[in-house]
């Protein structure tokens, strides 16, 4: 079973700064996606990175996927209270298409 | 709107009894899985079902049982309910197997149980 462990565990920062929020492990993976949750909703994809190297775009949220596939970044930009939640990254298991989820960052905005 | 339905929003039960939570997936996808998330637990994965056949199984208890129908619907049985089983339960679908965005997961709203 891989072990993902998110850092920070809590973050909370001025509306408009930026941060970068961090999803590692010891093993390689073929891919992995960034998941927000926000107070008793379910979470919502945000993206999916499968290219070592490999950086996306959403909006002010940019994506990183590390070269050798063993972790993972998400930087936000000028952020804003809409983007206060719980971030998860998430991990296939190899073999079948179960997710491991990350212990998550909760974020909080301070507008 | 993620496509992904539960029902019901809120269940609150007693110790020992049993309920029934219902999933139904996003149109087109094949793959329901479900999770239980307590406050100091994290988004555990308790069982996946692919095309009505059981394909993954993670911490599930042996108290809890699920099924996934014809239509694709599922549901989640849980039973002599305890008070640590208090928690969000998610149901999630995905497309069906495979790498890469066949796994991208679409989550419901979630219901929540509460046990007295």
């Known amino acids: 079973t891989q072990l993902l462990e998110q850092s920070p565990q809590f973050l909370s920062i001025q509306e408009g700064e930026n941060l970068t929020v961090y999803c590692n492990s010891s093993s390689v993976f073929s891919s992995l996606q960034w998941y927000r949750q926000e107070p008793g909703e379910g979470p919502v994809l945000l993206v999916t990175?499968?290219?070592?190297?490999e950086v996306k775009k959403l909006k002010r949220l940019t994506f990183q996927f590390g070269d050798a596939r063993k972790d993972s970044s998400l930087h936000i930009t000028a952020a804003q209270p809409g983007d206060t939640g719980l971030y998860l990254c998430a991990v296939p298991n190899f073999g079948n298409e179960k997710l491991t989820f990350g212990t998550g960052t909760r974020l909080t905005i301070i507008p | 709107d993620s496509g992904v339905t539960q029902t019901p929003k809120h269940l609150i039960t007693a110790t020992g009894q049993r309920v029934t939570l219902r999933c139904s997936p996003r149109?087109?996808?094949?793959?329901v899985y479900w999770y239980q998330q307590s406050l100091d637990q994290g988004l555990q994965f308790l069982i996946q079902?692919?095309?009505?056949?059981?394909?993954a199984k993670g911490n599930i208890l042996e108290r809890f049982s699920a099924q996934q129908f014809p239509d694709l619907h599922s549901e989640l049985n849980l039973s002599s309910l305890e008070l640590g089983d208090s928690a969000l339960y998610f149901c999630a679908s995905s497309v069906g197997v495979g790498g890469g965005r066949y796994n991208e997961q679409f989550f419901g709203p979630g219901t929540r149980l509460t046990v007295l």
């Open positions: 990175v499968v290219t070592g190297g």
């Open positions: 149109s087109g996808d094949l793959s």
């Open positions: 079902y692919y095309n009505g056949e059981e394909r």
